[in-house]
């Protein structure tokens, strides 16, 4: 409960620890202290527990079902035309079927075969056409540590 004195409110300030304080960056925005996790510097063995893509404009979802790396990037590829795809995307596209060859794989809801990538550079791309799609992006990870983040794009 505040105090006044003077006719001022005191905020009474509890301090309370952060627990793994070492996962936050520490941002200042108009005058407040911010805590924002970290974003880890390697997905290899990171876990997705959750995640939800939706367009800003319509509400409708991209992706909710899938926790795979490429299970995600195709979902919000679906959403896409081929064109837009091909002019932005920064994996190797072929429109054939290269299922198996030299890491392709071939989708054929898109009727193109892309070259396979790691979780990082796959996670590249994602944030790349969450951004470029002006979608919103809700995401559960567990680390490698075993905590668990969320993060929003």
């Known amino acids: 409960m505040p105090k006044i004195i003077k006719e001022k409110i005191i905020k009474e300030i509890v301090f309370e620890g952060i627990d793994n304080i070492e996962y936050y960056d520490f941002i200042q925005e108009d005058g407040k202290l911010i805590l924002r996790p970290k974003f880890p510097k390697s997905l290899t063995g990171v876990k997705i527990l959750k995640c939800i893509i939706t367009n800003s404009e319509t509400n409708s979802i991209i992706s909710n079902d899938k926790t795979s790396y490429r299970g995600i990037m195709v979902n919000i590829w679906k959403s896409m035309s081929k064109r837009v795809i091909m002019d932005n995307t920064t994996f190797n596209i072929k429109e054939s079927k290269e299922n198996g060859a030299k890491g392709y794989y071939y989708q054929k809801d898109l009727k193109f075969s892309f070259q396979s990538k790691g979780a990082n550079e796959t996670w590249k791309e994602i944030i790349k056409m969450v951004r470029l799609n002006q979608y ?10 075993g905590k668990k983040m969320n993060y929003c794009v």
């Open 136 to 145: 919103h992006m809700d995401v559960s990870l567990q680390l490698t540590c």
